[in-house]
């Protein structure tokens, strides 16, 4: 259905490189990609500034837990 459809083709925040533990995510450090996981665009200006909790890998879906 166009809901499904919806999820699978939807964008999400995924990290564009590698991230060390304490790192602060910058506009740079953030890609959009069509994966499951990771939270939508809008979300991004509430994680801008926020220091990683631990290392996070490239191309990695985004998530609140994983920053300060």
């Known amino acids: 259905s166009e809901l499904e459809t919806k999820k699978v083709v939807q ?3 995924v990290t564009a490189r590698a991230l060390r533990a304490g790192v ?3 506009s740079k450090d953030v890609v959009l990609r069509r994966t499951s996981g990771g939270l939508p665009p809008s979300s991004l200006p509430l994680l801008l500034g926020r220091k990683t909790r631990r290392a996070v890998p490239a191309f990695f879906p985004i998530a609140f837990a994983q920053f300060e």
Request: proline share 0%; net charge positive.
């Open 11 to 13: 964008k999400t925040l």
């Open 24 to 26: 602060m995510l910058r």
